[in-house]
């Protein structure tokens, strides 16, 4: 294709996206106002990322993110459209309009930041150490001389490689599952894992196990499109809400079986 | 939250086809009649009507179908039209099969000797009946085994229609697989179901090819 008619076309697209993302500006002002107007608020979330976003048995979405997104439709006092995005067009569905807000895991990065406007986090992913019932212990030196299970070149492999003593011996498996396996079967006492992987343990082998120490964290936020102040501000108060009065206790225990995690409360502050 | 997998994550899977089959007769439809009119206006007289045909053919088979449908979602969308996925996947999946096919085709009707369309000329058949009479007919013959390797293809790609919503039988596969991890199981399902269906259009092209070698027999 010659260059003019290469140059012609990116500008058409550029000017028609300018021309997109201003009237986007100018309707984010009223992002909260529209929303109940409408009556109905859509919500993006994943469907493939348990226990976060799931397709449960009747094909309905499900999940962490599905049960923070209904208690934010009726503090909205709105009706809720769950839309089903994956991780890869997640930003697009909220950007181009498709969604009004995404409760789908989506971790706060700088990078993301950039994008879209993040609330304060309403989820985390946790990496810890977690342990037989029996073993006593609560800070990393006490790894010294232990055994720990972890899945080979994984964020908790680096983790616990960084703040385990010299003496302990750090078994590497190929998978979370093999070394989740490993545990279970008792050919070690300790593991390095997500608390999604304790969800998976608490399944196969309940109250055998708990955890002992948290090594790292990544939270979760809404997303808004960005601009939407009031919008924003209101999820922020609904997340605030949630967090003093129990429900997004009630709601992590009920998918990831342990209570609210302390570094969603610190960030309420 | 791992759960088995049973005959009810089956018939999930076995339903999610029916996307599967409306996304590509959308596109097998939207692509033949797209793609007719491709070809005849690339073989066409008019030297515009040539240039514009091969730009759009060039547009559309030189991106990926992929990114065809998030900008047709998408982008649409940016601009200030509000279109369902069904339309932007209708729209897409439309353009990449009409420039596939109507480059198959031209090929296809390039290949008919031209002094059966001159021969006809001198017949006084004038374009339409040249074309749907004589030229048409015998290049349709050369045309079936390349076009169902084409649709066959196209079948397989509707799975690319997830990233603007639609859980067809890919989607859901690997929705399915995340709550019971099993991807062996579950993939290979998904793979038997796309063979059920690909097969049949295979065979059936070649029984199509028989009829017309028999048809053309000296």
């Known amino acids: 294709m010659p260059s003019i008619l290469k140059k012609g076309a990116a500008l058409f697209l550029g000017l028609g996206l300018m021309a997109g993302l201003t009237t986007m500006v100018a309707q984010a002002a009223d992002a909260l106002q529209a929303i109940k107007s409408k009556g109905t608020v859509k919500i993006g979330m994943l469907v493939d990322f348990p226990p976060y976003g799931l397709m449960n048995e009747q094909n309905k979405p499900d999940g962490y993110d599905a049960d923070v997104a209904k208690a934010l439709a009726k503090e909205m006092g709105v009706k809720l459209q769950l839309v089903p995005v994956t991780g890869p067009n997640r930003i697009p569905y909220l950007l181009s309009g498709q969604v009004d807000l995404l409760v789908a895991s989506l971790g706060i990065t700088p990078a993301r930041a950039k994008k879209v406007d993040f609330s304060e986090s309403y989820a985390a992913i946790t990496i810890g150490v977690y342990g037989k019932d029996n073993v006593k212990i609560s800070k990393p030196e006490e790894l010294a001389g232990k055994t720990i299970a972890v899945a080979r070149a994984s964020t908790q492999d680096t983790a616990v490689t960084k703040v385990a003593p010299k003496s302990t011996n750090i078994r590497r498996f190929d998978s979370d599952a093999a070394a989740l396996q490993a545990l279970i079967s008792g050919q070690v006492p300790l593991l390095g894992c997500s608390n999604v992987c304790y969800v998976t343990i608490q399944k196969l082998a309940p109250g055998k196990y708990n955890k002992k120490f948290e090594l790292s964290s990544q939270v979760q936020g809404i997303a808004v499109k960005p601009g939407e102040k009031d919008l924003l501000a209101w999820v922020n108060q609904f997340i605030d809400k949630a967090k003093s009065d129990g429900e997004l206790d009630k709601i992590n225990q009920k998918w990831l079986g342990e209570p609210m995690p302390a570094i969603l409360k610190k960030s309420s502050q | ?173 690997q929705i399915i697989d995340s709550v019971t991890f099993r991807p062996f199981l579950v993939f290979s399902i998904v793979a038997a179901i796309y063979f059920a269906m690909c097969w049949p259009l295979s065979l059936a092209a070649r029984r199509l090819e028989r009829k017309f070698a028999q048809a053309t027999v000296r």
Request: net charge positive; charged share 10%; hydrophobic share 55%.
């Open chain 2, 1 to 173: 939250m791992i759960r088995p997998f049973g005959w009810n994550e089956f018939e999930l899977i076995l339903f999610a086809v029916r996307w599967t089959i409306v996304l590509a007769v959308m596109a097998f439809v939207g692509g033949g009649i797209g793609g007719l009119i491709v070809a005849l206006l690339r073989t066409s007289d008019s030297r515009v009507l040539r240039v514009a045909t091969i730009v759009f053919i060039r547009v559309f088979q030189g991106t990926p179908l992929l990114m065809q449908l998030f900008l047709a979602y998408f982008g649409m969308t940016i601009l200030g039209f509000s279109v369902n996925p069904l339309v932007a996947a209708m729209v897409a999946l439309t353009a990449h099969a009409s420039a596939y096919l109507g480059e198959i085709w031209r090929g296809c009707i390039e290949a008919v000797p031209s002094g059966q369309s001159e021969a006809a000329t001198a017949l006084g058949l004038r374009y339409f009946n040249r074309m749907r009479c004589v030229v048409l007919p015998q290049a349709a013959r050369i045309a079936v085994p390349p076009t169902v390797g084409f649709l066959v293809q196209l079948l397989k790609e509707t799975s690319l229609a997830s990233i603007i919503g639609f859980v067809e039988l890919t989607r859901q596969a």
